[in-house]
């Protein structure tokens, strides 16, 4: 779970839609279990491996802008090394977004059989949906092309000017590699995890939030749930603040009760309960369906809430 999103946090807020869709660009763990893999949503994975590693391209590069000062005929050129491999790494990343929505509806067209594309069966989305993936991989490619090219014009460079062995030049074009290498597969994700943050914290401080107090002064928008119809039944499993259950008054067919943010590894906590395969698959693709639906959608909100445990078990007792 998101450490800006943990349970005590979810029960008072819920990011805006536009605050949701800033998630989407972070780095996602795919979810699998039997022959379903989801590529996730709601999540961010392995941000301190690219915190570090980040560092890492940061040192690298100020080095090998060093060595480019002082061996190219115009020493300002090599100022413009980093400013580029960023611009590039982050011009790539725009696409991540569009490319997790299509792979979802993807995975919405291939194990639910939902289309999106009006009057069109399941298949044609499954295999529009391949195109679009291609198309996005493809303009991501021309980015990372670009990273590839600065990298080797600056391996170029030392060995065009520098008067150093060969062995120490092969270094630096390992050198050089690694830092495009860890651009095309991190700088982006840190980025959009830092915008993510930001966009949580500005967002926390309109509504009243204090770094030490969960609730806003004002106490507005402290609650956020939903509830969803599964038209299907499946075993009784709550995870967190998340529960899908069966209610007395319809007892053929069981209820998705979400409490702010479905994240990724609570989906797959309730996916996992389920005994069976077919049921298994069923609840990963309406959960899934419920991730992307509540990326537009608000959730209803309870102002003025004095104790919100109360509030909770009256709210939970009214649905039980």
Sequence with gaps: MHELLDLEVVKKYEPSSECKERWLYTRKKKLEFEDVVLDGFYFTHKYKRDLALFGLVVCLEAYGMYALWNVLPNPLLSL???PLDLFCAVMAHLYKKKLLIAKTKKALAHYGGISFTEGKAAQFENDFQKKVIFRI?????????LICLLALIKAISIFSYASLVFVVKLCFLAMYATTAIIHITTTGYLFAEWFFRYKV???????????????????????????????????????????????????????????GILQDDELLNLVEAQGEISKKQSLAVKLLSFQYASLKSEANRIDKIVNIEEEIDKIKASVS
Aim: proline share 3%; hydrophobic share 40%.
């Design 201 to 259: 914290w500005r967002e926390k401080k309109n509504l009243g939030y204090t770094k030490d107090k969960d609730l806003p002064k004002n106490n507005q928008a402290v609650i956020m749930y939903r509830r969803y119809n599964l038209h299907e039944l499946f075993e009784d499993v709550s995870v967190g603040m998340q529960k899908v259950f069966t209610e007395k008054a319809n007892p053929i067919e069981s209820t998705f009760y979400n409490w």
């Design 137 to 145: 991989k493809l303009y991501e490619f021309v980015w990372y092309f």
């Design 80 to 82: 413009a090394a980093l």
